[in-house]
């Protein structure tokens, strides 16, 4: 009889325990008047990740700031989605809920957005990082978005050879793929064009929250001898705090990464999504669902190279990294 | 490939496993003494975060790092009371209430750096502190004797609990209640007491472990920064045999081959990166394969005690 009620309770607790980890930390906001736009957005990381969720959050942000606040724009958020079946679930959650946008920040929510975009006509969806809007599979409301991070990657690769007093680079990857194999290959070509016979080495943790490994790689790369750091994913904040430690200097990208580290991080590639945003939502208004392509550059103001005021980058380098930002907007460089 | 072999190579290999290394000794440690007494506690990661956020809140917000050593600490002995709760006192399925307990501390310890924090900020953590003599041994003296206080502790933690596990009176009991707690009551040891305190004493050590990355190693708290961790430390308990030694073992063998995966990687030495990355993994599964014996598993292990019933 005893050990009956103890299990009980213990099933009791177990349920409040499970029901209090798995609720959402997001709330969202109580519905306005029926004029709002609706956005929703799911992400893989969470909405302070110094990279590529907190990019885009900050960008709605921005957005609804401009178009008058939360009367004119409501922001649903759900962070941490890393895993795909969870994030379709919210996916088809907020559209069902009649959101006007549902936005799925993450290349693996790509499959997902195929399935769920036909059921619900009347709602614009939009994804990245890719290219593919599924208008070859005949679905036609939804908008795909991509950052060329290769370009900003050139940029301060050139930065960070230039700099450079061993001639040798660490880069810090999450995993061999998308985004961040595009800046990564991008900031390689970058440094070797700028300084012939920089050595540039790559690592990757296989993983995009492993903060341990990745502080590791840093520390590798610096007694390799390595005194220029980039990488790219959330997991970066432990590879930006040896940096510090360790006195060499960092390049973030996604986001402006300087606050973390001051005194290490040289440069950010800024990821600035708020002109693609503003587009999307005028193409809804105008009823156009779906069916474009976007991508940020630096010729239309979607990436941008945050420089840190703290560090003094010498003018001769300035003036080269410029030149490289011409050159990859006129077409003569090629990242 | 000849120049993975060399001096400053094999030293920074040495230098990053010993540091990789450190949370996983705390962690697994305290699981063993857990599993020794009977409970399989597969919550260590959800209060390795808990353990990393007080730390590091504390920490941060009193400007005294050794209070957020303690406050991780006390937090990983309230969360130890929570699983010894369920799953002692009430009995429930280990293996479950092991899982809640983890999301408990995955959620609630992301809610409380939002609410609290609200950015990725970074802390002056302890500071390596350089051992006199020892680290002016050539080559190894700077790579073994040069790291913070939190680093020694963890590796002076193994023989310390190897002795307190084999040698003393309080170590029989816990063995005794792990391998046979009808015997162990019989004689008058309170069963119930003793995996009390060795669940707690395991979420000590736990959020001990999760401050060791947040306030020692890596010197920031982010959502989720454990990344599993304590899942790979209740493997290395099983790895070890159940002997902290044998837990010394698992850790150094998974670390140095993580370390060496991102030297092979630096040296741009030609394997893909997915097989440098899965190198640990598979050779943690080879050894356990072909190593170790599986006498050691305390025979009353996740089987809740009960008076009088046999």
Known sequence: MKSTLSRVLALVMLVVILAVGCAPAAATPAPEAATAFKVAIVMPSSITDMAFSQSMFEGLKKVQAEMGGESAMEIAYSENLFKVPDAAAAIRDYADKGYNLVIAHGSQYGTSLEQVAPDFPNTAFAWGTSMDTFQASGVNNVFAYQAEAQQGGYVLGTIAALMSKTGIIGETGPVDAGDAKLYIEGFQKGAEAAKPGTTVSVTYTGSFSDVSLMATAAETHIAAGADMLTGSSQSVVGAIGVAKDKGVYWFGTQWDQTSLAPEAVVASQVYDWTGILKDMIASVQKGVMGGKAYTLTFKNGGLVIAYNPAITVPAEVKTAADAAIAGINDGTIVP | ?310
């Open chain 2, 1 to 310: 490939m000849g120049e993975l072999f060399s001096l400053p190579v094999l030293l920074g290999i040495l230098y990053s496993g010993i540091r990789l290394a450190t949370p996983y000794l705390f962690a697994a440690v305290g699981e063993t003494f857990a599993q020794r007494s009977g409970v399989l506690n597969l919550g260590v990661d959800g209060i390795m975060l808990m353990g990393a956020y007080s730390g590091f809140y504390v920490g941060m917000k009193s400007g005294n790092i050794w209070l957020g050593l303690l406050a991780a600490a006390l937090v990983g002995i309230l969360m130890g009371l929570l699983m010894s709760v369920i799953s002692i006192t009430f009995q429930a399925e280990q293996g479950i209430s092991g899982i809640g307990l983890q999301l408990f501390g995955l959620g609630l310890s992301s809610l409380l750096f939002k609410t609290t924090l609200g950015g990725v900020e970074s802390i002056n953590g302890f500071k390596p502190v350089r051992i006199p003599l020892l680290a002016d041994i050539p080559y190894v003296g700077e790579v073994l004797f040069n790291h913070n206080l939190l680093v020694y502790a963890a590796f002076l933690l193994v023989p310390l609990s190897a002795w307190f596990l084999n040698k003393t009176t309080f170590g029989l009991k816990i063995r005794a209640v792990g391998q046979n707690p009808q015997a162990a009551d019989t004689l008058g040891v309170n069963v119930i007491r003793v995996r009390y305190f060795c669940v707690c004493l395991g979420g000590m050590l736990a959020g001990i472990a999760g401050a060791s990355l947040s306030i020692a190693l890596i010197n920031l708290f982010q959502e989720n920064m454990t990344n599993g961790m304590g899942f790979i430390a209740v493997a290395l308990v099983y790895f070890g045999g159940w002997r902290p030694y044998g837990v010394l073992a698992g850790a150094l063998l998974f670390s140095f081959v993580n370390a060496l995966q991102l030297w092979i990687q630096v040296l741009g030495i030609n394997i893909p990166s997915d097989f440098a990355i899965m190198m640990p993994y598979v050779l943690t599964i080879l050894a356990l394969a072909f190593a170790t014996k599986r006498a050691q598993q305390p025979a009353a292990l996740t089987k809740p005690f009960e008076r009088g019933e046999n």
